[in-house]
T-cell receptor
């Protein structure tokens, strides 16, 4: 596609439910990033893939967060047993040549009740 | 944790005026980037300046970088109502492992 696509755009989950957020990067982009953005704050780094390899997952806040990119293209961010503090916008970004500019998707807004 | 701090947190100006936003960071960088975010949307890259550059222009945007002070500024000239958005600076450290964002400046341009 022309840009980074994320789905769903909005997700409401009950506390304790598992959620999965999908990211389709720009075709051919090797590097893929996930960020978490709380309301009124800047994006916080979660994890980084180069092709299918997860090179940095130091930003994942707990072991309830898991990300994968099995074929080096589409990525999924999974949050198990969601908590209220997980409510945020989850942004995916991709790039062809790191460490240049990132191309962001519109984000997935997660609300945990 | 945030690498950069933007100043001011919020800025309100009239159309046609210039808007200046500042960013300070803590560690050595490879490059510094500025992004724009409209409400409820993703971030859009505006400009990248490398650590060995001091100034860069793109249309109505002018970015400066002072590595000795670990600071950068973004100037938007002749602002328009459509420039209303949040503006974030982001840095890539010398290890180059990630892009780290600041807290952002909320710019409002009144018509």
């Amino acid at each position: 596609g022309a840009g980074v696509s994320q789905s769903p755009r909005y997700k409401v989950a009950k506390r304790g439910q598992d959620v999965a957020l999908r990211c389709d990067p720009i075709s051919g982009h090797v590097s893929l990033f996930w960020y978490q953005q709380a309301l009124g704050q800047g994006p916080e780094f979660l994890t980084y893939f180069q092709n299918e390899a997860q090179l940095d997952k130091s930003g994942l806040p707990s072991d309830r967060f898991f990300a994968e990119r099995p074929e080096g293209s589409v990525s999924t961010l999974k949050i198990q047993r969601t908590q209220q503090e997980d409510s945020a916008v989850y942004l995916c970004a991709s790039t062809l040549a790191w460490i240049g500019e990132l191309f962001f998707g519109e984000g997935s807004r997660l609300t945990v009740l | 944790s945030q690498q950069g701090e933007e100043d001011p947190q919020a800025l309100s100006i009239q159309e046609g005026e210039n808007a200046t936003m500042n960013c300070s960071y803590k560690t050595s960088i490879n490059n510094l980037q500025w992004y724009r975010q409209n409400s409820g949307r993703g971030l859009v890259h505006l400009i990248l300046i490398r650590s060995n550059e001091r100034e860069k222009h793109s249309g109505r945007l002018r970015v400066t970088l002072d590595t000795s002070k670990k600071s950068s500024s973004l100037l938007i000239t002749a602002s328009r109502a459509a420039d209303t958005a949040s503006y974030f600076c982001a840095t890539v450290g010398t290890s180059g492992s990630r892009l780290t964002f600041g807290e952002g400046t909320q710019l409002t341009v009144n018509p």
